[in-house]
Nanobody, 125 residues
């Protein structure tokens, strides 16, 4: 199972970025997928996820209404569309995958076994 996050960069406040999480070695449809981020000096936190069983999507309160997670099975890629970005969104963003993640822990980093390398997102004027 391999994951690779990409799409980060420098953007001004109010701007948008779309992150991609490409996979190899497994079928996305069998795995719960989560996006997480870690800012300097802070713990890694959950941002958004997709439950493979229900297809439901979940978001941290801090990004609700601004971020959208989606999955393209044909391209084997999961996306995180980030709009109305704020300086506090600055962090390294990671995607993660695992099977049968307990629903109550879908936004918990410790619930995922497989991680990709992160991509830096910097929101600054």
């Amino acid at each position: 199972v391999q994951l690779q996050a990409s799409g980060g960069g420098l953007v001004q406040p109010g701007g948008s970025l779309r992150l991609s999480c490409a996979r190899s070695g497994f079928v996305y449809d069998d795995y719960d997928i989560g996006w997480f981020r870690q800012a300097p000096g802070k713990a890694r936190e959950g941002v958004s996820c997709i439950s493979v069983r229900s297809g439901a999507t979940y978001y941290a309160d801090s990004v609700k209404g601004r971020f959208t997670i989606s999955r393209d099975s044909a391209e084997n890629t999961v996306y995180l569309q980030m709009d109305s970005l704020k300086p506090e969104d600055t962090a390294v963003y990671y995607c993660a995958a695992d099977q049968n993640v307990i629903l109550s822990t879908l936004l918990t980093p410790a619930a995922y076994k497989h991680w990709g390398q992160g991509t830096q997102v910097t929101v600054s004027s």
